[in-house]
Each structure stands twice: as structure tokens, then as C-alpha cells.
């Protein structure tokens, strides 16, 4: 009897075992199963075709209203210094998936991370919670979309701009490396920044300026960025003989090879005319190669007696300033292709930028010696010898870049070698604004910098991967 208890409380001790086994098993057998490989497929597919939705709706909702009523940010005033800005967390999950290419045979990979929300910026302006504010506060407010003035702004004072530092452009997701770019998007209220071989899309609101997206080419170390006229793709350019064009709406990245008819082996600076027309590519020997911006092939080149150094387009894109290492600087007719006059740089000797006011009335050059020269450009385009309405002497060192705000009452200017190096022009009595850069070591060496579409912003980019961005408070739209 005790051999048959034994062997009963046996069995009965094995079928509980194998009851809590398959217990076990049915409990835990539902968090091993994977997602097939068709799932996953469909899942990323779902949440890519959202993310070029939210990007598309960022892009073009803009020209998609109508008559709608013009939503206002509140300024940044309210920002604490940057020094104390707590961390933004994170939009959301980032995902990696390889990049569209023109030539298959070419082994690069591109990262593409995206957030996976559709942020507030992708809302319609319908779909936004409007807040009250006082009429006190409304001078301290920035239209959220850009477009016309409400009223014409008084005219800017001399002596102390009223500007005000922001979060970082880049706040949410510093670079690594020095910002080679950064520009305003010509209609939304994004800006791009680009160091080493990442570029950087952030929604900008003064406060936590959002990151939209980031790309990543590898060994493509990027030069310059710039968003097309349209606003709906980014071109970049390396020291290569290719570049890539990023189709923002579809959400591909494009490589545009060998540019066929041109010889040069680097390009990694171009320009992009207002009209939306054309790309100019700066190469070697004094050569420029004007491409379709459209089909992306050269139609035309260009060539000056010395090395080219900078360039830029008339506002209405019918005509080319060109400067190089001799000291003159070449007008070009972009329709006929023809250089119909030449002026002497007066002082220089090389030449290092170039930029013109958006109403054609100032021409600005820099020079290897860190002389600007300020130029009447109707009187300049007669006169081989004309003389510089000023010559500014406060950059010691080559400059890297001058830029016109969009009313042509503010310049703004950096030399990428020393510390602090940037500067503000008032036009109207050209003279240089006593209170800028402020005493913050975080500029550091400027390398580049832009002002938003109607100068509601001011954004710089230095040699610590930080794009700084300024609020100028006399002006009322982004």
C-alpha cells in the first residue's frame, strides 16, 4: 500500500509540474512572438507616410490658407538665460531607414531620423488654442507665419538694436562639429542647420525650437545647405563632384553625379537664384556653372580672369555680382550669359564675400584683410572706380559672410577666425550697432549666419556646433 501511495503522489506531483509548465508557457509564449518581417513593413510604412504628412503640411499649409486670421507667438521674453534652459525632452522615437539614390552602383547609406508625433507645428491654425493677450504685450509678439506686414514698422534706430537671445536653433539637438549652415526656410518657420555630415530642420518658436528632422550622409562631409526658392527641397554640396538634392515632400534623397560638361572635381559652394531659375556652382580657375534648378544640369558656364571667391544674385535673378582674388568685381546678364561690367574693389586686393540688398540699393564686399565695403550698387554699375559709401573696419581677419536683412536697414557680417567676430550694420547711417554681439562667451568663432524671411530672427552658427539665435524685437513678423 505505501509502494502505491508513493506512486500515486508521484503522478500527481508530475501532472502539477506539467500543469504550471504549460501554464507558464501560455503566459509568457505572447511577449517572445515577434513582429513578422510583414508587420514591420507595414508599420514603418504607416508611420513614414504620417511623418511626410506633418512635413508636408509644415511646408505648404502656409500657401494652402486662405484668409485666414494671422495667428501671433509669444515672443521669447519670458526665456530665461540660456545658461539656465532646462532639457526639452524628446518629440519622440527616432527611426533609421536607408535613402532613395539615383545611381544604384554607389554604396553610401543615409540615415534619416524623423519624430514619430505630429508636432503643433503640422496643425492648422484652426486647430491651435488662440491666447489673449494684452495690448501692452502685443509690440513683444512674433506672427507665426510669415507673409505681409500688418503696418509698416517705424524706421529701425541707430546706436542700440533692440534684440533679444534666444534658445538655440539647434537647442533640442546640438551638432558635433562647427555649423558650416544655417538658413531660414522661406516660408514656414523652419530653419536648417549643417555640421560635418548631418543636417538638422527645426521648428522655430524662440523657446524650444523643436527638431523637425535630421539626415545623415555618410563621408559626405556637408559645405553648404540651402533650401530651394520653392521651399520644398534642400541642396547639398561637399568637396566632390556630386551633390544631393532632399525632396522634403516626398521624403527622399536624391544624388545628382558627375555634372555632365563640367571638369571641376570639388564644389562644394553655390548660390541659388530668387526666381527659383538656377543653381550657380563656384569652381576652379574663375569658372561658374549655372545649372537648371529643375532638371539639375549645367546649361551654361561662366568664366572670370582670376579664381572666383563668392557670388550672389540680383533680387529679381536677371543679374550676377561675382568677386574673386584680383580685386574686381564682375556684373554678369544672366539671361545673355555675358559679364556687361567690371568695377575695382576699392582697397582690396582679394575679396572674400559678396552680398547685395534685397532692394538693389547696397552692394556689400568683404575682403582677405577684414574690410567690408558698402557700395551704392546703381552707382557702382557705372563707375569702374567707384568709392565706397564706407569702408567698416571693425573685422580684422578675412570675412567669411555678409548678409542683408529684408528691408535693407540691417547688415550683418562674421569672420569665422577669432572669437566674437560678428557684427550688425545700421544702413541708413551706416553705422555698427554699439551693443552687439553682447558680452557672452557662448558665440564663440561665427561661421555663418541668416536672418529670418522679415527679420523677426537672427541666427548664427559657430565652431562648437551651437546655432545661435536672436530675437530682433523691432521687427514684428518671423
Not at 503640422?122 to 502685443?138: C, F, L, P, V
Not at 536648417?192 to 522655430?204: K, N, Y
Request: charged letters at 30%.
Amino acid at each position: 500500500m505505501l509502494r502505491r501511495a508513493a506512486r500515486r503522489k508521484d503522478t500527481t506531483s508530475q501532472a502539477k509540474r506539467q500543469d504550471s509548465e504549460d501554464a507558464e508557457e501560455h503566459t509568457e509564449g505572447p511577449k517572445k512572438v515577434l513582429r513578422t518581417f510583414q508587420d514591420k513593413k507595414t508599420w514603418k510604412a504607416a508611420r513614414k507616410a504620417k511623418e511626410e504628412s506633418a512635413l508636408e503640411e509644415l511646408v505648404l499649409g502656409i500657401q494652402r490658407r486662405e484668409e485666414e486670421p494671422i495667428d501671433r507667438l509669444e515672443d521669447a521674453e519670458e526665456q530665461s538665460e540660456e545658461g539656465s534652459d532646462d532639457d526639452v525632452d524628446s518629440l519622440g522615437v527616432t527611426d533609421t531607414r536607408e535613402a532613395a539614390w539615383v545611381d544604384d552602383d554607389d554604396d553610401s547609406r543615409t540615415r534619416v531620423e524623423k519624430t514619430s508625433d505630429i508636432p503643433s507645428w503640422a496643425q492648422t491654425s484652426r486647430g491651435r488654442k488662440r491666447e489673449h493677450q494684452s495690448d501692452d504685450d502685443s509690440d513683444e509678439e512674433l506672427l507665426q507665419h510669415t507673409g505681409d506686414l500688418l503696418a509698416e514698422s517705424s524706421a529701425l534706430p541707430r546706436g542700440n538694436i533692440n534684440i533679444k537671445r534666444c534658445s538655440d536653433v539647434n537647442k533640442t539637438y546640438p551638432h558635433q562639429g562647427p555649423v558650416r549652415r544655417v538658413e531660414f526656410h522661406p516660408s514656414a518657420q523652419v530653419c536648417l542647420t549643417a555640421a560635418q555630415d548631418v543636417l538638422g530642420l527645426f521648428q522655430i518658436d524662440g523657446r524650444n525650437n523643436p527638431k523637425i528632422q535630421t539626415l545623415h550622409l555618410e563621408k559626405f562631409p556637408i559645405r553648404t545647405a540651402r533650401f530651394s526658392t520653392c521651399g520644398r527641397e534642400v541642396v547639398l554640396a561637399s568637396a566632390t563632384r556630386w551633390f544631393f538634392v532632399y525632396d522634403m515632400i516626398a521624403g527622399k534623397v536624391i544624388k545628382i553625379p558627375k555634372i555632365r560638361g563640367v571638369d571641376d572635381t570639388s564644389l562644394p559652394r553655390f548660390e541659388v537664384s530668387p526666381d527659383g531659375k538656377f543653381l550657380l556652382f563656384l569652381g576652379k580657375n574663375g569658372f561658374m556653372h549655372l545649372l537648371s534648378a529643375k532638371t539639375k544640369e549645367c546649361v551654361s558656364s561662366l568664366k572670370m580672369n582670376s579664381d572666383v571667391s563668392a557670388a550672389t544674385f540680383s533680387r529679381d535673378s536677371r543679374h550676377l555680382y561675382s568677386v574673386g582674388d584680383a580685386g574686381e568685381v564682375y556684373v554678369w546678364d544672366v539671361g545673355t550669359r555675358d559679364c556687361i561690367h567690371k568695377f575695382v574693389d576699392d582697397g582690396c586686393t582679394h575679396a572674400t564675400s559678396i552680398a547685395l540688398s534685397h532692394n538693389s540699393k547696397y552692394l556689400a564686399t568683404g575682403s582677405q584683410s577684414g574690410v567690408v565695403n558698402i557700395y551704392d550698387a546703381q552707382h557702382a554699375a557705372a563707375s569702374s572706380y567707384p568709392k565706397p559709401l564706407k569702408a567698416l573696419l571693425n573685422l580684422t581677419t578675412p570675412v567669411t559672410q555678409t548678409c542683408f536683412n529684408h528691408s535693407g536697414e540691417v547688415m550683418a557680417m562674421c569672420s569665422s577666425e577669432v572669437f566674437k567676430a560678428a557684427r550688425l550694420v545700421h544702413l541708413p547711417t551706416l553705422s555698427v550697432f554699439s551693443n552687439f554681439p553682447e558680452a557672452d562667451s557662448t558665440v564663440k568663432r561665427v561661421q555663418c549666419l541668416d536672418f529670418s524671411p522679415h527679420s523677426g530672427y537672427l541666427a548664427m552658427g559657430n565652431n562648437q556646433g551651437r546655432a545661435l539665435l536672436y530675437r530682433i524685437k523691432h521687427y514684428k513678423d518671423f
